[in-house]
């Protein structure tokens, strides 16, 4: 009888466009999250820079190009800045629940939303509500969907403004994807606020770290990542902090 599987299986995907940087090709390297041992598995890799979709974890292999890094805020030393705490003060009334990841329409309906204000031409503008549930619901690890609505009236809920997809990891939290209303009358920095109560929630909850997944210096689009000091980089020699210029959001 053959010996158990210790090891995963990693396998590369063939080259295509970089949807970051013109005129640069991408290549990810993956493997498969599932059996009882996925939190492990997506822990360990997490720390090595890997990223997770569904019940795959990858990372870029790029053969010519570095531009993708891994970036984590250190949630214990952050202190928002006069932007950022503006920012917590005039969204502090919306009600956040950490919810079990399954899709609603009311979520796929904001994503639509989104998309189609932020990103009419992204990758995900063809996702419809069947890839969407994929993307929620396909989790084999610890996640939930963090819901951020209005304050309700009358016992019913609030409006949705926002959500994000988060894996709760050993020593952090991954924001895998988050959403909002672009539109969302005196809101201010919505998208940024999302990442700030992570921030503040892996803190209360003795958290280290919050992964912000890949800054790339150069494409306009990252930018918001290094705005949420002090930050770490995963390079050769593991996770180190550094100091990008910071540009104050203006929304």
Request: glycine share 8%.
């Amino acid at each position: 009888m053959s010996a158990p599987v210790r090891f995963p299986r990693f396998f590369v995907t063939n080259p295509g466009p970089c949807p970051y940087l013109p005129g640069k090709t991408e290549r990810k390297v993956f493997t498969e999250l599932n059996g009882p041992h996925a939190d492990e598995l997506n822990d360990a890799l997490g720390r090595i820079g890997f990223r997770r979709s569904q019940n795959v974890a990858y990372r870029p292999s790029c053969i010519d190009c570095k531009a993708c890094v891994s970036v984590r805020v250190l949630t214990n030393d952050f202190q928002p800045n006069t932007t950022q705490r503006r920012i917590i003060r005039r969204n502090s009334d919306l009600v956040v629940s950490a919810c079990r990841p399954w899709s609603t329409s009311e979520q796929y309906d904001l994503l639509r939303r989104y998309l189609g204000k932020r990103h009419p031409v992204g990758g995900m503008t063809n996702m419809d509500d069947m890839d969407y549930a994929d993307m929620v619901e396909q989790s084999p690890v610890r996640s939930n969907v963090i819901e951020y609505r209005t304050p309700g009236r009358f016992g019913r809920l609030g409006e949705l403004v926002g959500a994000c997809l988060t894996d709760q990891q050993a020593d952090g939290l991954s924001m895998i994807y988050s959403f909002y209303d672009p539109d969302a009358e005196g809101r201010l920095g919505l998208g940024n606020y999302i990442i700030l109560d992570h921030i503040m929630r892996a803190k209360a909850a003795g958290l280290p770290y919050v992964y912000l997944g890949y800054w790339v210096e150069g494409a306009a689009r990252m930018q918001y990542k290094i705005r949420y000091t002090p930050l770490e980089r995963l390079g050769p020699e593991g996770w180190e902090r550094f100091e990008p210029a910071v540009l104050e959001p203006t929304a």
